[in-house]
């Protein structure tokens, strides 16, 4: 179970004094794809957004840097 806990102390490194809710819960699942992708591809993405075309880039500089070994 998942307790929510209701802050109402202003925040003061905010100019609004708002506090942020959503940016934890989103980097679990950024990790795992990295990883999922890892697996299935051999390569490792560090950066966002992890697309087909950034994955591929990624392939190809992986396959240039093992050739000029």
């Known amino acids: 179970m998942i307790d929510t806990v209701i802050v109402e102390v202003a925040n003061p490194n905010h100019p609004f004094g708002v506090r942020g809710v959503g940016e934890v819960p989103i980097v679990p699942p950024m990790a795992a794809l990295s ?33 000029s070994r």
């Open 35 to 67: 990883n999922a992708i890892h697996s299935a591809m051999g390569v490792r993405l560090g950066q966002l957004p992890m697309t087909p075309g950034s994955i591929l880039e990624a392939m190809w500089d992986k396959e240039v840097a093992g050739a």
